[in-house]
């Protein structure tokens, strides 16, 4: 075998345009706005920050397209209570929504908390999730949004998500955690059976600074996903 016989003579080199020049940018970001209003709807805070933190949750999901389907693996989702569901790709897919019979893979809420985690990629959910409800230390949580189409501009595509949250519990409420939950379900090869694996936390990002939101007061939360920018 000629593996090892000059092995400095092959065309091994870092092509040019494989290098990141000034012009160019990473090809998916993804950025966090929170807009804070007092009780007269009036916009007293607005936080911005990068968002970089897809769970666990998000990278296994996308593994079964590459590396499961070819060792036969299983791989392992935890929903937001801790209940942990294997799954092989070989075995079925993840469906996307529509109005058909089996189509529940869809968002399901911008969740807020109080806590914080060091290690958001390991996080099955916020560490100190606040409720949604209208009692002491909750938020009422209005539906979640998103648009209907990709915003294209240029050579870069995004999409948008967004939820506003009221403060009616009688006191300042303090967040410092977000997170993105969407329920995941499994069809089986001709929708022959359905797996469903529940709400299941995909993003997560702990706030570079505290949000107070004051009583009568709410937020609204707009994660923006940008493909390459």
Avoid at 111 to 126: D, F, I, K, R
Avoid at 130 to 157: E, F, H, K, M, R
Wanted: neutral net charge.
């Amino acid at each position: 075998m000629m593996v090892g016989n000059n092995i400095e003579e092959l065309p091994a080199s870092i092509p040019g345009d494989a290098y990141q020049d000034k012009h160019s940018s990473p090809t998916f970001k993804a950025h966090l706005v929170i807009v804070v209003r007092d009780k007269d709807g009036k916009v007293i805070n607005i936080h911005k920050q990068r968002s970089h933190s897809p769970t666990a949750n998000f990278v296994q999901v996308l593994l079964p397209l590459s590396y499961y389907t070819i060792t036969g693996n299983t791989v392992t989702v935890t929903n937001i209570s801790g209940s942990s569901n294997a799954w092989s790709f070989t075995l079925g897919s993840y469906s996307y929504p529509n109005t058909a019979t089996n189509n529940p893979s869809y968002l399901v809420m911008i969740q807020v908390g109080s806590g914080q985690q060091s290690n958001p990629y390991s996080s099955h959910n916020l560490a100190a999730p606040i409720a949604n409800g209208n009692g002491p230390g909750q938020l009422s949580y209005s539906p979640p949004s998103i648009l209907q189409n990709i915003i294209v501009s240029g050579d870069s595509a995004s999409f948008v998500i967004s939820q506003t949250f009221t403060n009616v519990s009688g006191a300042t409420i303090t967040i410092t955690e977000v997170g993105v939950v969407v329920n995941v379900q499994n069809n089986g090869p001709g929708c022959a059976y359905t797996q469903n694996f529940g709400p299941v936390l995909m993003w997560y990002d702990t706030l570079s600074s505290p949000i107070s939101i004051p009583n009568g007061g709410g937020i609204t939360i707009y994660y923006t996903f940008i493909v390459n920018p």
